[in-house]
């Protein structure tokens, strides 16, 4: 397994930041306390009027706050210099994130309040989602992100690969499960979730012994063990990130289960062979809009005639790009779809939707736990890489609980076969077995 | 109620091919037996050639039988008259049924395996796919079918006043449902099977003593007592079919519901009121594609910020009209639609798709319950009207069992709310309750 360690630099490394701390961001920035201008009060509210005055405060880098209603404020926002107001003004969606690791931003309160209270505003502020739309818009065409197979070996590479140990510090200690665990009953401990996800995916592919599967995207291997262990499969997983096979096979063969689960360190376009199943989970996000044909092509060159599939994914009610910041500093790549986006992959095909469920609430309780969690390796994470990891990390966290919260994000599994297989099961009920908890 | 009989025609009724019969389908039509020329057979093995060689025969008019292998087939097309042959080379799709229904083209065998052995031909018959597809294409652009709000009436009319009579024939007896029953136990009656797929709907929308329900396209109002007699919820029920609305009304009183369901003779789209419920099912085949974004401006007008919603409706894997004899015969302005069709309704105003079920196969079980009991009155329809309508419906029947069973045709039932309602279950266990046989 890596150890990063902070003398351990590469220019991979997924966060850059601590450049930023010092005002190495742009050469010219003062990050020194300076008087506060006219010109800086209407900027700051402003700010808050975008937003459509929403409730909390913005106090300057001379402790002046601005209001915008005589309630108290839920939060403070500290804007510690002048330049970090000015861009915020200029691209909220995607400075606040470094200004806000690097703490040049600073949130006084609940975070995750302030970020829900913000989701929320920004709904009902035409003209920031406007101007918000609009420097997405401009900032993606300046980074276009083509996910060619080089390019989504660096994606993955950016994010996945930044150290086994940093995850397992705060993923479910089982499985490593790094999607939305499933909490039928909400006061599921993360690991009872991530069992209960796995198994409602082994049930809606109808797994039994014998069944060749096929995965997509197979993380650290958690279903693809799930799936040999207690549904006698014989997996065969396809995942890009060197760390993360290494520690997958690792584990696989500790299990003993290395003779039913091989692990191939490839794209997903280049699965080959015949299957009974075709699984991903979490997968399609880094996929990209412009290859769900090409993925509904892999998967009818490899799935058999009577085979099922199952596809679970980040996504969205409406077509929106991902938040800026995180697209940037956390998932190069990546894209959250709507279910009519998703249909790309079906359609060419005739694949038929045999069943579409959106576990959302589930995501927001996933992330909490893991938020928890976090919080509690903080220390030590800030040891091994700086604090504005930790911070930025701690954002992408609470901020995924906001966006999960509020409906900005949708979790779909879609299940689907071919179009002419009669081989399925007249209910749903399989899914509940009334022997257990969930 | 209405009554049709032989003697009440009207410029509106909806078969009119008694003309056809005698030849009147082009007044220069000569049906008397003539001999066959050389053209005529290389055009009947030009027909099944098209077909790519499905396992049946053509029977022409002076006895003699095209084979296209040595094996015997499954079925013989007897074809009565050369101008029939001519008609079903230019547009199977189209005039096949015509020609089915006033008896110039008989099947002899198994009218349900042609019928499946045909969609299955015209999946694997590349040169047949894209000639059928310009002539669909090209019906249609003759044919605009606008849906307006006169329109919309005049389609329904069409199908749905043609007698109450006539449907109480061989629907299920209780709540005359005209959609796709829910068979979770497939040896269900068809009675016991539409009541499992009225309280399938019910516990989807989770429906409780005084939700107040909006329904759009009610039918004979089945789904409307059955919400207010075993959920206590109070309807308001839409409907632009007159003869539907005046059985619901006299049914619905009757039952002593009348206080808690009340009919309105009026388009979905103009629904007013507020609503914890919205519920359509069956409706969304003649909504027409257009329209979607209409219907969701509905839906978002009408559900309140905590309000549940349900679509049924029939559709694809890929987007395709309707069957262009269906479409001109049976159900004028018809559409089935894919799921990534359907999301027109949902993404204007964001609301958040929670559940997804395809019931195709609960759709052919369904039509062979209304076939067999059809085929128990068919003397007695033919005395009301005559035996091209016997044969037409015949037709329709077994061809739409035939489309459901090859995955031709879906059935789509989708469970949404609004993006922002948090008030969403954490599993859909409740639709499968322990204590009943579904």
Known sequence: MQKNTNTEKNKTAPFELQALAGGGYNTDVDVSPASVSTLDRWLARKLL???????????????????????KPLVRVHIHDSQALHQLLMNPALHFGDLYSVGRVQVEGDLLSFLIATYQALKTAPPFRKLNKAQTYLFNINRPRL????????????????????????????AMQYTCAYFPAPEMTLEQAQRAKLDHVCRKLRLKPGDRVVEAGGGWGGLA?????????????????????????????????????EFVEDDYRNISGEYDVFVSVGMLEHVGREHYRELGDTIHRCLLPQGRGLIHSIGRNKPELMNAWIEKRIFPGAYPPTLREMMNIFETHEFSVLDVENLRLHYAKTLKHWLARFEQQAEKVEKTFDSAFVRAWRLYLTGSIAAFNVGAMQLFQVVFTRGANNDIPWSRKHLYPTNESD
């Not at 009027?49 to 209603?69: Q, R």
């Not at 060619?148 to 089982?174: Q, V």
Request: hydrophobic content about 30%.
């Open 147 to 174: 996910n060619k197979i080089t390019d989504s070996r660096d994606n993955m590479h950016y994010h996945y690969d930044i150290g086994n140990d940093f995850y397992e510090g705060w993923l479910d200690c089982e």
């Open 49 to 71: 009027g975008l937003l459509a005055h929403p409730p909390f405060s913005v106090v300057l880098w001379n402790d002046e706050e601005i209001l915008t209603s005589t309630t």
């Open 225 to 261: 063990r799930h799936m040999a262990k207690y549904y006698g499969a014989k997996v065969r997983s396809y995942n890009i990130s060197h760390q993360q096979i290494l520690y997958a096979r690792e584990k696989t063969k500790a299990a003993g289960l290395d003779e039913n689960v």
